[in-house]
């Protein structure tokens, strides 16, 4: 079984829709990074969050850390088509544990 | 500061036969890794090495998968023979010790036909 959860698995949204995105661990989190990919592409590093409650912001983009709930959940504020992309949870192990990326379509 | 470098871009080969691609990491990062990402999953590690030493190869597929870093610095991840499942976006990234995160390079796409 996957060791990160990641939910919805892809979403279709109009452009200036807000909208989250979970993982969720069935293990400890002690690292949690999030990246957004295009499709085929390297990663590019949106943030990374340490301790329990831990919140980052940047641009229209905000992350949060539930240390208790083995959880974190990324909200994008008024969705654009540069948004658009596959988003990756990656848990800090020997390396990072990835799940299976959440793709999001923003429609104009 | 320059990115992680990854070459080629794109490779396109017959099954049986071989293929490598290589990583430059960021100047100065100790830990370079090596992920596979099969189409509509999250990239898995294949290896991990810390300066020139092997951390962890327990997913890697020995049998046809090798994989070096000679001097601690460049690496080559080789596949031989390749079979039609190993199509998939290679990715390297490397880290610094002081825990800063991983930086990705662009990837090899692998297409085996």
């Known amino acids: 079984s996957q060791e990160l959860e990641q939910s919805p698995q892809s979403l279709i949204v109009q452009e200036g829709k807000n909208l989250t995105i979970n993982c969720t661990s069935s293990?400890?989190?002690?690292?949690l990074y999030w990246y957004k990919q295009k499709y085929g592409e390297g990663l590019i590093f949106l943030m990374m969050?340490?301790?329990?409650?831990e919140e980052k912001s940047h641009e229209k983009i905000t992350a949060k850390l539930d240390e208790k709930k083995q959880q974190s959940s990324l909200h994008i504020t008024a969705s654009q088509p540069s948004h658009a992309g596959i988003y990756l949870c990656?848990?800090?192990?020997?390396?990072?544990?990835f799940g299976k990326g959440m793709k999001l379509t923003v429609n104009p | 500061e320059a990115g992680v470098a990854q070459s080629p871009r794109y490779k396109i080969i017959e099954k049986r036969q071989s293929v490598a691609f290589w990583c430059n990491p960021i100047?100065?990062?100790?830990?370079l890794y090596w992920y596979q990402q099969i189409l509509g999953q999250g990239p898995k590690l294949l290896i991990q090495?810390?300066?020139?030493?092997?951390?962890?190869d327990s997913q890697l597929p020995k049998d046809r998968f090798s994989a070096e870093r000679l001097k601690g610095v460049d690496s080559t991840l080789k596949i031989q023979p390749a079979k039609l499942e190993d199509s998939a976006v290679y990715l390297c990234?490397?880290?610094?010790?002081?825990?800063?995160?991983?930086?990705f390079g662009s990837g090899t796409r692998l297409t085996v036909v």
């Open positions: 990234a490397s880290s610094s010790p002081r825990g800063s995160g991983y930086t």
């Open positions: 293990k400890t989190l002690y690292g």
């Open positions: 969050l340490q301790k329990g409650g």
């Open positions: 990656g848990a800090e192990r020997l390396g990072l544990v």
């Open positions: 100047s100065g990062h100790a830990t």
């Open positions: 090495f810390q300066n020139n030493g092997v951390v962890d």
